[in-house]
């Protein structure tokens, strides 16, 4: 297992083709904020820069980061920061990450799936990664907010479990 300093997302330039429809809820089924975040998301598209190790991935808000932020992402954080493994998929750019913190270190997996599947694997410091996990939840949810698609308290609320957790001491089991 290779230990690392590099794991990192980061929200870089627009992205601005439209390879999708914009979204649509013809039965009233998302809330305000869920329609307000994938509009956001499409509207606002950006490439994402993903760091894990000598591992580089690029993916987009619309759909990774729109769907991986969906999927519970602030709960699966919490889960994380409690000690918990969490695996965070990318579908549409074929590839998973699954985080399984032992102590103060987070075994970090790296898959790629499809026709030409590998898989890496490292481990980094668990503050690090829980800060550049919250960092970007909270950087892309006030981009949502800046540009008028979910209001301030939406957001608070909706990312609130990832940073509630008391229990973010590196080593759990002392």
Same mark, same amino acid.
């Given at each position: 297992?290779?230990? %690392? !300093? @590099?794991?990192? =997302?980061? $929200?870089?330039?627009? =992205?601005?083709? #439209?390879? +999708? /429809?914009?979204?649509? /809820? ?7 904020? *869920? ?8 509207? !606002?598209? !950006? @490439? &994402?820069f993903i760091e894990i190790g000598d591992a580089q991935k690029e993916v987009f808000l619309d759909p990774d980061i729109c769907m991986m932020i969906e999927s519970n992402f602030p709960k699966e954080i919490a889960k994380l920061s409690q000690g918990q493994k969490i695996v965070i998929?990318?579908? *549409? %750019?074929? =590839? ?7 102590? #103060? ?7 790629? =799936? ?5 898989? @890496?694997?490292? *481990? ?6 829980? /800060?550049?996990?919250?960092?970007? $939840? ?6 949502? &907010? ?9 957001? *608070?609320?909706?990312?609130?479990? +990832?940073? +509630?957790?008391?229990? #973010?001491? +590196?080593?759990?089991?002392?």
């Amino acid at each position: 297992m290779n230990s %690392s !300093h @590099k794991f990192n =997302f980061q $929200l870089a330039e627009r =992205f601005l083709e #439209d390879w +999708a /429809d914009p979204p649509e /809820d013809p039965l009233g089924e998302l809330s305000d904020f *869920e329609m307000g975040w994938r509009c956001f998301c499409f509207e !606002h598209n !950006h @490439k &994402v820069f993903i760091e894990i190790g000598d591992a580089q991935k690029e993916v987009f808000l619309d759909p990774d980061i729109c769907m991986m932020i969906e999927s519970n992402f602030p709960k699966e954080i919490a889960k994380l920061s409690q000690g918990q493994k969490i695996v965070i998929t990318f579908s *549409e %750019s074929w =590839f998973i990450i699954t985080l399984l913190p032992t102590d #103060d270190r987070i075994s970090c997996t790296l898959s790629k =799936f499809g026709t030409s599947g590998w898989e @890496k694997h490292f *481990e980094f410091d668990r503050t690090h990664v829980l /800060d550049v996990l919250r960092g970007f $939840l909270q950087e892309v949810m006030q981009l949502a &907010v800046d540009k008028g698609y979910i209001t301030l308290e939406e957001k *608070e609320e909706f990312i609130s479990p +990832a940073f +509630a957790s008391s229990t #973010d001491a +590196a080593v759990l089991s002392k």
